[in-house]
Each structure stands twice: as structure tokens, then as C-alpha cells.
């Protein structure tokens, strides 16, 4: 069985940080890609930054730039996206999921477009406060 587990979401104040964790167990394919997404509240769906296993292939929504690292474990099968300089606008639910190496940056350009992506985890609650 596939799973996903988002974990590292919490409550932080303007300017903080946070890594969130996605743990992959269970996903037979050599290559994948890992992608995040985030959700607010009566808000669509936004691509933010994927990571590719067979190249290491980085991509990052351009609005975020500079303020998202995602980086992946091999050993431990896990990817971690890293936030810098927290906004009150980055308060949402952060979604990560796999599917093949050209879901990356294909799913993140366009987030309403995900039937390629196998599986999801639970999703991870970020709260920044002002």
C-alpha cells in the first residue's frame, strides 16, 4: 500500500519557519516525482515546488521563489520543503503527492490538472500569525 504522511505544520508567527516533512512508503516505481500543493480555505488549489528522484530536478511556482527550499532524503524516502520569512497568506492546509517524473513541474504549473498524480497524504495545517 501507497502512503503519503505530511507531518512538520504547526502554528508560527510572521517571519518563522517551517520544514514539512512528506514520508513516501509503498511506491514501486525506480523514478518519481514528489510535489506540493497547498489549499486555503475557499481558496483553489496552488502548485508551490516538486522535486524529481531520477535527476533531482527542482522546480518552484515563481512566486515563492526564494522563500521555498525542497530538498529529498533517499535513504529515508522523504522529501522536505522548507518555508522561510512566513506570511499570514501562506495560512493553508500543504498537500504533497506522488506520480511519474513528468508530473514535475507539469502539476505544479497547472494544479487543477492532477490526474497523473497517484497518491496524496493527508495534508499538513500551517498557521502563521500576525
Known amino acids: 500500500e501507497v502512503q503519503l504522511v505530511e507531518s512538520g505544520g504547526g502554528l508560527v508567527q510572521v517571519g518563522g519557519s517551517l520544514r514539512l516533512s512528506c514520508a513516501l512508503s509503498?511506491?514501486?516505481?525506480?523514478?518519481?516525482?514528489i510535489n506540493w500543493f497547498r489549499q486555503a480555505p475557499g481558496k483553489e488549489r496552488e502548485g508551490l515546488s516538486c522535486?524529481?528522484?531520477?535527476?533531482?530536478?527542482?522546480y518552484y511556482v515563481d512566486s515563492l521563489k526564494g522563500r521555498l527550499a525542497i530538498s529529498h532524503d533517499n535513504a529515508r524516502n522523504t522529501v522536505y520543503l522548507q518555508m522561510n520569512d512566513l506570511k499570514p497568506e501562506d495560512s493553508a492546509t500543504y498537500y504533497c503527492a506522488v506520480g511519474p517524473t513528468f508530473t514535475c513541474p507539469s502539476s505544479i504549473i497547472k494544479p487543477h490538472l492532477t490526474r497523473s498524480l497517484d497518491h496524496w497524504g493527508q495534508g499538513t495545517l500551517v498557521t502563521v500569525s500576525a
Open positions: 509503498g511506491y514501486t516505481a525506480d523514478y518519481y516525482a
Open positions: 522535486i524529481s528522484s531520477s535527476d533531482g530536478y527542482l
